[in-house]
């Protein structure tokens, strides 16, 4: 089924899917994607919407190559740095600095230049003095801003964000939103660290829809594994149009608070 409504893409597509469909769960029966057509070009920021079960984490997953497409194809460009986070990260029990050098070395980053980039990494989210710290002893918010340095060390071109702030308390999710406006609003950067003079691309899911205003530039609503809306944030905002698009969209924008 098409989209309500097609977004202008830029040109550069750090994602192309055409006709994707996935199946998960015993014997593949359950559909969590159905036929989503989506582009999204380099320097978007893409918020994922919709309720429960929709298939956000699944499209993410998708994208970032953790999930094969059942049927139709995902085209990405080679050697792109995609980086994602989760609801809740995932560390290993060691440091905070040991979480961030053992990234980096399985990219293939030279052991002997870990420790200073990932001590620059903690630095860049204020987490300097917690560099020796267990990163499984670390509060919620402070494992976030340490996912966030280990994916930042990366000098990642797209980030994936799969409800990022969604398990923090409120200081801490303006903290971690914070920096992610802050990474993502920065262009990209060679694995020097030198400015390469191309944006940054963001695809995040969220349920806070103050967040989406304040992130997003563009909209995709989902709803049982369809792409039902795809629309400039703005547009995505403007009840009557949306109303008259996506009367199920509008219905969900309505439930939400914003
Ligand atoms: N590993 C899995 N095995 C079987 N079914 C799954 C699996 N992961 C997800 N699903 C199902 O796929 C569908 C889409 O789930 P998904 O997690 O992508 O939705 P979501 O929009 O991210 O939901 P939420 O907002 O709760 O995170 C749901 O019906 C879910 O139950």
């Known amino acids: 089924m098409p989209s309500t409504a097609r977004h202008a893409v830029a040109a550069t597509p750090c994602f192309d899917l055409r006709g994707v469909q996935v199946h998960l769960g015993p014997a593949s029966r359950l559909q969590a994607l159905t036929d989503i057509f989506l582009r999204i070009g380099e320097g978007e920021r893409v918020a994922l919407v919709g309720a429960n079960g929709s298939g956000k984490s699944t499209l993410l997953r998708t994208l970032h190559g953790l999930q094969r497409p059942s049927t139709g194809e995902l085209h990405t460009p080679a050697h792109q740095r995609v980086a994602m986070l989760f609801q809740r990260p995932h560390m290993l029990r060691m440091s905070a600095r040991r979480n961030i050098q053992l990234g980096l070395w399985l990219r293939g980053v030279p052991a002997r230049q870990t420790r200073a980039l990932a001590l620059q990494a903690l630095e860049r989210v204020e987490m300097g003095h917690l560099a020796e710290r267990n990163a499984r002893a670390l509060s919620g918010g402070q494992q976030q801003r340490l996912a966030l340095a280990r ?10 964000l799969d409800e990022s702030t969604a398990s923090l308390d409120p200081h801490a999710k303006r903290e971690v939103e914070a920096l992610i406006a802050e990474f993502t609003a920065a262009g990209q950067r060679d694995v020097d660290g030198q400015p390469t003079g191309r944006p940054t691309t963001l695809v995040f899911s969220s349920h806070n829809l103050g967040q989406v205003k304040r992130l ?29 698009l996506c009367p199920q969209a509008h219905l969900f924008v309505q439930g939400e608070s914003l």
Request: glycine share 2%.
């Open 216 to 244: 997003a530039s563009r909209v995709v609503y989902l709803e049982q594994g369809r792409l039902l809306a795809d629309l400039p944030v703005k547009d995505f905002f403007n009840h009557d149009l949306l109303r008259s």
């Open 151 to 160: 994916a930042w060390a990366l000098r990642p071109a797209v980030w994936l």
